[in-house]
């Protein structure tokens, strides 16, 4: 069983090769969580892919909203992306520096603008530095390209759609975070947040859809398997959750990949549930 929609994705080998090709450009989409004391434009300053950009979601973001990093206007992300020399006519292919964690979150506020010839780097950082394959430092400075937004509002939910779903069960809710946050019995990165999960949602932690001896993502019949056993009708439409609307977008990619394309992200994901007193929780102790 092959991928329904191979383009999501590129290998290291394929990048290499199509490194200098003019339409190809190169995006550094990593992020992470203050836990991981990992700072990722001083990492992109040091060593990155020849050529790429850093994309920083916390910056290009509705800076206004007090939930971290949730989409902006079309007009901001127009102005950012063009200033980044990302825009109509080229193939962007975008990774993190840990394999899949932060690019898929890129790669769908892309889509989500109506530019769907975007991949992520299958493997990432990660195999690209184990393969030895060349880095820079510094930065690039792009030329300015016209982006044109042209907004999918159906690859994105809100707290309101997603609470009325409970009762009508129109969309199954996929939770990427880990089982034991899930359930209530791990603390939340974010301390001020109650612990469990959306009711009636299914558990799939991201990280599961890697392969942990190669760092890729997993063959679409493995893939395939992964969702069905977290309780995932592919033949029913689908909401992503995570922690802040990141690691969903991991999930998202990997339904895409299977030839899911009714899949929107909560983009408030648990910031936001999880702080909410409107919004009820299940959890481990219920």
């Known amino acids: 069983m092959n991928y329904a929609n191979p383009d999501a994705l590129v290998s290291t080998e394929w990048l290499a090769e199509h490194l200098a090709a003019p339409d190809v450009h190169v995006v550094d989409g990593s992020w992470y969580l203050p836990a991981m004391q990992r700072d990722a434009k001083s990492e992109y300053a040091e060593a990155h892919i020849p050529g790429a950009v850093y994309f920083n979601i916390d910056e290009i973001a509705d800076t206004s909203n007090p939930l971290p990093h949730m989409l902006p206007s079309p007009e901001k992300f127009s102005s950012r992306v063009r200033r980044l020399g ?16 932060s690019a898929a979150r890129t790669w769908w506020m892309f889509r989500h603008f109506g530019h769907d010839d975007v991949a992520v780097l299958d493997g990432g950082l ?31 939910r809100d707290f309101d759609q997603v609470k009325a779903n409970i009762d009508s069960g129109r ?27 959306i009711p009636g949602s299914f558990n799939l932690p991201f990280g599961e859809l890697v392969d942990p001896d190669t760092g890729t993502m997993l ?30 977008s991991a999930l998202t990619l990997g339904l895409y990949l299977l030839g899911h394309r009714d899949v929107a992200v909560y983009d408030g994901s648990w910031t ?12 481990a102790s219920e």
């Open 86 to 101: 990302l825009g109509d006519g080229v193939r962007i292919v975008v990774y993190d520096g840990m394999g899949l964690f």
């Open 126 to 156: 990660p195999k690209w530095q184990a393969e030895n394959r060349p880095l820079e430092s510094g930065g690039p400075t792009p030329r300015d390209r016209h982006f044109t937004a042209r907004v999918n509002g159906l690859l994105v």
């Open 171 to 197: 969309e199954q809710l996929l939770d990427a975070r880990s089982a034991g946050r899930f359930a209530g019995t791990e603390p939340e990165p974010r301390t001020e947040l109650r612990g469990g999960h």
């Open 219 to 248: 063959p679409a019949e493995a893939l395939r398997r992964k969702y069905e056993a977290a309780g995932i009708d592919l033949r029913r439409p689908v909401i992503t959750t995570c922690g802040s609307g990141v690691t969903a």
């Open 272 to 283: 936001e549930w999880g702080g909410r007193d409107d919004a009820p929780i299940e959890s």
